[in-house]
C-alpha cells in the first residue's frame, strides 16, 4: 500500500492534493510543530487583480505549541472578511458555481485551527471527488525520518509517497533507514508547488474541476 502524509494546511495548494489523489491512503498528522507566520499551516495566498491576497486565520498564542493545541482569535471579524473577498474575486470566474460550497467553511465560528484546516481540505477532496481515504491522526509523532517509518508501520503501507521537496531532508543514510524497515520511497518529481504558488482555491475557481484534476 502506498501511503502518504502532510500537515493539515490552510486552503491547501495543488501539490497538496496531487499527493493526496496519488496515494492509496492519506494521512494528516495533527501532532506536529506549529509554523507562526511560516510555511501553510495558518494562511495562503489567491491571486488578485493587481496583486496576491494572503488569507490568514488569526490565531492565539506562540509558536511552540502544535498544531492540534492552535485556537484561533475569534474576537477579530477575519471570517466575514475574507469570504467577501474571495467572493468578490471570483464572482465571474469560470469555476464560481464552486463558491457557496467553498465560501461555507466560513459559516462556522471554529475554535481550532486544525478543524478549520482539515474542514477546507475536505471540501476540496469531496469537489475534486478524490477517492483516497483520509485520516487525521492526532497521535503519530518523530523526527522527519522517524515520522515516515511510523505513519508506514501504524498503517501497514510498505511504499511512502513524497513530493519533491523531501530531497531537502532525506539523504542516503536516512534512505537507508527507511530501506531497512523494508520501506520502498517514491518521489513526485513534478514541482507542483513552484508551478503554481496559490491556493488550489484560485486554480479551481478560474480554470474549474477538470483543469485542477488533469494538472493534479
Not at 507566520?37 to 496576491?52: L, Y
Not at 478549520?116 to 476540496?124: D, H, P, R, V, Y
Amino acid at each position: 500500500m502506498i501511503i502518504a502524509a502532510h500537515q493539515p494546511n490552510f486552503l491547501p495548494n495543488l501539490a497538496f492534493f496531487s499527493k493526496m489523489k496519488s496515494a492509496d491512503k492519506f494521512v494528516i498528522i495533527t501532532n506536529l510543530q506549529f509554523e507562526k507566520h511560516e510555511g501553510w499551516q495558518q494562511r495562503h495566498k489567491i491571486k488578485g487583480p493587481n496583486n496576491d491576497i494572503w488569507l490568514t486565520v488569526p490565531v492565539l498564542g506562540s509558536q511552540n505549541q502544535k498544531i492540534s493545541d492552535v485556537k484561533i482569535n475569534n474576537q477579530i471579524n477575519w471570517r466575514q472578511k475574507q469570504s467577501k473577498t474571495i467572493a468578490l474575486t471570483y464572482a465571474k470566474s469560470k469555476g464560481r458555481a464552486f463558491l457557496p460550497k467553498i465560501l461555507g467553511i466560513y459559516e462556522k465560528q471554529w475554535e481550532r485551527l486544525v478543524d478549520i484546516n482539515c474542514a477546507s481540505i475536505l471540501i476540496f477532496k469531496d469537489i475534486l471527488a478524490i477517492k483516497t481515504p483520509v485520516v487525521i491522526d492526532e497521535e503519530v509523532s518523530g523526527n522527519r525520518q522517524e515520522l515516515l517509518i511510523n505513519i508506514c508501520k501504524k498503517y501497514g503501507a510498505d511504499t511512502y509517497l513524497s513530493g519533491v521537496g523531501v530531497k531537502l531532508y532525506l539523504d542516503a543514510r536516512k534512505m537507508a533507514e527507511l530501506k531497512r524497515n523494508r520501506i520502498k520511497h517514491k518521489i513526485i518529481e513534478k514541482n507542483l508547488t513552484a508551478m503554481y504558488p496559490y491556493s488550489s482555491l484560485h486554480y479551481l475557481l478560474t480554470e474549474g474541476k477538470d483543469w485542477v484534476l488533469n494538472v493534479i
